[in-house]
T-cell receptor, first 114, second 114 residues
Framework: AQSVSQHNHHVILSEAASLELGCNYS??????LFWYVQYPGQHLQLLLK??????LVKGIKGFEAEFIKSKFSFNLRKPSVQWSDTAEYFC????????????FGPGTRLSVLP | GAGVSQTPSNKVTEKGKYVELRCDPI?????LYWYRQSLGQGPEFLIY????????DSGLPNDRFFAVRPEGSVSTLKIQRTERGDSAVYLC????????????FGEGSRLTVL
C-alpha cells in the first residue's frame, strides 16, 4: 500500500526566509506526485505536480519541488516566503493517473511571521 | 457549476442519527472522490467513483458508511447510526478525463456528532 510521510508538523518562518518541506512516499512503482495547499478558510488547491520528465517542477506562487526517485522524496521549496504563504501543505501520491486512490500525507502547517 | 459544491457546509447531529452529505462535482468530471479529514491530519480516502460505479470503496471504515452516484454526477455520502468518532470534515473532489491528474476539491462538509 502507498503511504506518504511529511517530516514537519509545524514550521514557523519569518518573511523572506527560505522554505523546504519534506515529503517521502513508500511505493515501488511509477508514481505521480502532488503538493496541495489549503489557505485558512479555503479549500484544498493544487500547488504543483510531477508526472514524468524533468524532476524539478515549478508551480504557482514561486514554489518548486524536486523528485528524487532514489530517495522516494518530493520536497517542496520556495526561496523567499511571504506572509500570504501561511497555510497547510499536503503532499500526495497517486500510483496510476487514471483514477486510482490519491494518498495524502498528514500535512505541514506553515506559519510565516511578518 | 464552476467548482465542486458540497452541502451542507456544517451539520450537527446526535449520536445514532442518520446523515447525508451531498457533492455536486464540476460538470463533465467523470471521477469523484470522497475523503475524510480529521483535525490536524491529512485527507483520508473513503471511496472513489468512475461514472456511476464505485471503483474503489476500500477506504470506507465500516458498513455504516455508504455512497451513491446514481446518474454519474451528484454523489451522496450516507452515514448510518452516527458515532462521535465520525466527526470530521468530509471532502469531495472531482477529476476530469485526460492526464492532468488534478483533483478539484470542494470546501467540505463539517460533521459534528454530539
Amino acid at each position: 500500500a502507498q503511504s506518504v510521510s511529511q517530516h514537519n508538523h509545524h514550521v514557523i518562518l519569518s518573511e523572506a526566509a527560505s522554505l523546504e518541506l519534506g515529503c517521502n512516499y513508500s511505493y515501488g512503482g511509477t508514481v505521480n506526485l502532488f503538493w496541495y495547499v489549503q489557505y485558512p478558510g479555503q479549500h484544498l488547491q493544487l500547488l504543483l505536480k510531477y508526472f514524468s520528465g524533468d524532476p524539478l517542477v515549478k508551480g504557482i506562487k514561486g514554489f518548486e519541488a524536486e523528485f528524487i526517485k532514489s530517495k522516494f522524496s518530493f520536497n517542496l521549496r520556495k526561496p523567499s516566503v511571504q506572509w500570504s504563504d501561511t497555510a497547510e501543505y499536503f503532499c500526495a501520491v497517486n500510483a496510476d493517473n487514471y483514477g486510482q486512490n490519491f494518498v495524502f500525507g498528514p500535512g505541514t502547517r506553515l506559519s510565516v511571521l511578518p | 457549476g464552476a467548482g465542486v459544491s458540497q452541502t451542507p457546509s456544517n451539520k450537527v447531529t446526535e449520536k445514532g442519527k442518520y446523515v447525508e452529505l451531498r457533492c455536486d462535482p464540476i460538470s463533465g468530471h467523470t471521477a469523484l472522490y470522497w475523503y475524510r479529514q480529521s483535525l490536524g491530519q491529512g485527507p483520508e480516502f473513503l471511496i472513489y467513483f468512475q461514472g456511476t460505479g464505485a471503483a474503489d470503496d476500500s477506504g470506507l471504515p465500516n458498513d455504516r458508511f455508504f455512497a451513491v452516484r446514481p446518474e454519474g454526477s451528484v454523489s451522496t455520502l450516507k452515514i448510518q447510526r452516527t458515532e462521535r468518532g465520525d466527526s470530521a470534515v468530509y471532502l469531495c473532489a472531482s477529476k476530469g478525463q485526460g492526464d492532468t491528474g488534478e483533483l478539484f476539491f470542494g470546501e467540505g462538509s463539517r460533521l459534528t456528532v454530539l
